[in-house]
């Protein structure tokens, strides 16, 4: 008669253990097929979207979605393995010892920090306010190909604070290289966005979403 | 440059005085010119293999690029690093080195560069290693368009690593370590403190050679910081970094991988006047994964898995306060149906909620998300094959709050791709390949609109490719692709009814050739042309004032087209060892915007020796 050794039965056990931890997660998970119920709309508010078929839809989406704050137009300009980088304001960072600040900038800190400035601009639309401006024509023509794309914007962003005695506007200039992809069952998306100011060591839009990191 | 010119100089006249040595060193340099973005990087690393109880070894790395603007000066960013280590064993257990390293950062007017160099010294007492350092870290920063004055700061440093790795269990790894960095520097000191805990054991051995048996691995980090910014700012962090992963076999011959992460960050930010708490986050995230897999008949592949995903972003009660939760079911099929045919199959359905607990409900949402894959590949003969892609992504977005439910919407995307390939002689290949897309957007509570925001758009293409294989050393590939793309409101009348508003037509066609003179050489010229019209649809009224009707006018938009010849010579020994060279000289011009000539260079070596 054969008896299980010491090593089955610890196997055993594991296994045992294993089991019961993945069946309790289970069942401390979320529902992945039900949403919450939502109340119909008390007003009229327009978010402006267009699928983004060609790269240059991206970048009108992405504008539109910062004017208008809203963070889900905004999130679904960006692909998976997006990120972020701005290189000057990184020097900077380093000459500040914050060297983290603009390491690892992808999908989701972005979309976290932008979330945040959404927020709170929202949250005091008497006292706070902004403006996303793309100049209309780029410094350079678009470089489109069948599943990659390069689109360089120069930019103007207002940023507006009306409690200020007087109000105040900062302003921050720059060029925004925004590098777009495409795939089978998705549109295009920014995987790549590059920022430097218009002139050296000035104010830009790295520098603005920084403070909401 | 210059600062890293001395440290290569030195290294290149080393290399000849230990000729005799076995060694390896290697040196990667690429150069890519991309619209106006020059790019150079350089990579050298030597690490001579002694038999000596002296070793050292080398690294450095340097990336430099230019932005030419028009109307303004040129911006120049650098970074490189330096690396220099030298250790010398005095016994089995105890080595004493040197080290220098040199980092810098720089940005036009800007320039921050962090040089450390010390001793250090490594013993093994028990089974338990320590690892010592203790030299000088020299800080300088430099910012020529700032009114601030240029810093410098210099400072003792010191790191102690103290690593263990007893055995616990048979067939188990067990990892401790322990750390502690300090830094003296006046304006700018730091702290750390991190513990490192890792265990992996192999529970039995796998009874299917080539497949990993069961194990368990789990993964604990502690960290602490201190530090403080040259603005007098101090910064606080803790983190912690959990992860369990269990694979093993279960009943049913089932096999079953467990993965847990959990992560936590604090961060606190005392401003330098009176100590005031000036920023606060806790950001936490916590992740698991259980993925179950099958193999039917040893043709058949079935797996399954669940994923849930937590994350909160804590300010103290502050409207910035998020939460998200999410869970996704899925699972996949593939494997070979006959002996000719075989077929793959994924879907996945997740539901993501948004929360802001502070702030309110306002931007609270949640987002639906399906996912469906297929493929499915038939083979007549070794000449003829057919190949069917295609799929179908859902998104469904609803806002929680009365100010935003108008935006809920549904995102649906359609794709069918069917393909074949024929081998009618062994030195031909061609292939024929159709594609339909459709994107489906519609508000949940705007159906009967017809200000457009419903919309339809459609995609449907054609792709013909030749390849001849003339010789051994030479190939042609010739190509054609053609577009056809409309867009345009959904209107409902009892069903979805579209109204084209746009459509365009894409021609594209492309020559190219691949030669070997020699076994590792290859050049590759090629050209292509593309040309693209687009039509607006507008309506029209026509007829009297009592029987108005709406006619259609299709009007040409817009004209591009785009020609572009390119040559790549790439002489490839190994992946390590190669020199990549690549041009192309590219025209277009469209109707809306003046015509453009760009050209694009890309140089690219790599050696190791």
């Known amino acids: 008669m054969c008896f299980p050794t010491k090593t089955v039965k610890r196997s055993c056990v594991v296994r045992a253990s294993v089991w019961a931890i993945s069946l309790l997660c289970l069942l401390g998970c979320k529902d992945p097929f039900r949403t919450r119920e939502s109340p119909p709309p008390a007003t009229e508010t327009e978010g402006t979207w267009k699928t983004p078929s060609e790269p240059d839809d991206v970048i009108e989406n992405l504008l539109y979605a910062y004017n208008e704050m809203v963070i889900s137009n905004f999130d679904r300009c960006l692909c998976d393995s997006f990120r972020f980088s701005a290189p000057e304001d990184s020097v900077k960072a380093v000459q500040d010892n914050r060297d983290e600040l603009f390491a690892d900038w992808e999908r989701n800190v972005e979309v976290s920090v932008t979330a945040n400035m959404f927020t709170v601009f929202r949250q005091n639309t008497d006292s706070v306010s902004l403006v996303l401006l793309f100049e209309p024509v780029p410094p350079l023509p678009d470089d489109i190909s069948d599943t990659s794309a390069v689109l360089l914007r120069d930019y103007e962003l207002h940023v507006f604070d009306m409690k200020a005695v007087p109000a105040e506007t900062t302003l921050a200039k720059g060029t925004a290289t925004f590098h777009l992809q495409q795939t089978s069952l998705s549109w295009w998306c920014i995987c790549f966005w590059g920022d430097i100011p218009e002139v050296a060591g000035g104010y830009d839009w790295g520098d603005f979403k920084a403070q909401f990191k | ?609």
């Not at chain 2, 530090?227 to 101090?234: A, E, P």
């Open chain 2, 1 to 609: 440059m210059k600062r890293f010119c001395y440290p290569l100089i030195a290294s290149f006249l080393a290399l000849t005085f230990f000729s005799q040595c076995s060694y390896a060193y290697g040196i990667q340099c690429d150069f890519s010119q991309d619209h106006r973005t020059y790019t150079w990087n350089f990579l050298f690393d030597y690490a001579p293999d002694t038999s000596l109880d002296l070793s050292w070894g080398l690294e450095s790395s340097m990336n430099s690029i230019i932005t030419k603007r028009s109307g303004g000066p040129d911006w120049l960013q650098e970074d490189g690093r330096i690396d220099l280590k030298l250790d010398y064993r005095l016994t089995g257990k105890i080595s004493v080195g040197s080290f220098f390293s040199q980092d810098i950062y720089s940005s036009e007017e800007t320039r921050a560069t962090t040089s450390d160099y010390g001793i250090s010294s490594e013993f093994e007492l028990a089974g338990i290693r320590f690892i010592q350092s203790l030299g000088v870290k020299m800080i300088d920063r430099q910012d020529s368009s700032s009114t601030e004055p240029e810093i410098s700061q210099q400072g003792f440093g010191y790191d102690q690593i103290i690593s263990a790795s007893p055995r616990i269990l048979s067939n188990s790894v067990t990892q401790m370590s322990v750390s502690q960095s300090l830094v003296e520097l006046k304006k700018i000191p730091l702290q750390r403190r991190e513990l490192s805990l890792a265990f992996s054991k192999a529970l039995s051995d796998s009874p299917i050679p080539g497949s990993h048996g069961d194990s368990l691995r789990m993964l604990y980090n502690e960290g602490w910081a201190k530090k403080r910014f040259f603005s007098g700012t101090t910064q606080k962090k803790n983190h912690r970094d959990i992860n369990l992963n269990a694979s093993g076999g279960v009943p049913l011959g089932i096999r079953m991988n467990l993965n847990v992460d959990y992560l936590r960050d604090r961060d606190r930010r005392y401003l330098p006047e009176r100590d005031l708490l000036g920023f606060y986050l806790l950001s936490s995230s916590l992740s698991a994964e259980l993925q179950l897999e099958k193999n039917f008949w040893r043709r058949v592949q079935v797996e399954g898995f669940y994923r849930y995903m937590r994350s909160e972003w804590d300010y103290l009660g502050e409207e910035s306060d998020q939460v998200m939760e999410g869970g996704e079911l899925g699972g996949r099929v593939e494997g070979k149906i006959s002996q000719v045919d075989s077929a793959y199959l994924s879907a996945s359905v997740g539901v993501t909620s948004y929360y802001a607990p502070v702030s309110g409900q306002f931007n609270d949402r949640d987002k639906l998300t399906v996912l469906v894959w297929g493929e499915y590949l038939h083979v007549f003969s070794p000449h003829l094959e057919i190949r069917l892609e295609g799929g179908f992504k859902n998104f469904h977005l609803t806002y929680m709050s009365e100010q935003f439910s108008f935006e809920n919407n549904h995102d649906q995307t359609y794709v069918l791709t069917p393909a074949i390939t024929w081998f009618p002689h062994r030195k031909l290949t061609l292939r024929q390949k159709y594609s339909i897309k459709a994107n489906y957007r519609y508000y949940d509570y705007q159906k009967a609109s017809e200000t457009g925001r419903n919309s339809l758009l459609r995609r449907a293409s054609s792709f013909s490719d030749l390849e001849f294989r003339y010789s051994e050393r030479m190939t042609f590939f010739a190509g054609y692709s053609y577009r056809y793309e409309d867009d345009g409101p959904l209107i409902w009348k009892d069903q979805w009814v579209q109204r084209i508003s746009r459509d365009q037509r894409i021609n594209s066609v492309s020559l190219s050739l691949a030669y070997r003179p020699m076994r590792n050489l290859t050049v590759s010229p090629k050209y292509t042309y593309e040309e693209r019209k687009s039509w607006d649809h507008e309506a029209e009224e026509t007829g009297d004032a009592q029987e108005k009707t709406l006619r259609e006018r299709r009007l040409l938009g817009n004209r591009f087209f785009r020609k572009m010849i390119s040559i790549t010579l790439r002489y490839l020994v190994s992946q390590e060892n190669y020199l990549y060279l690549s041009a192309a000289h590219r025209l277009q011009d469209d109707t809306q915007s003046r015509q453009e000539i760009s050209d694009y260079i890309t140089v690219s070596i790599a050696r190791i020796f």
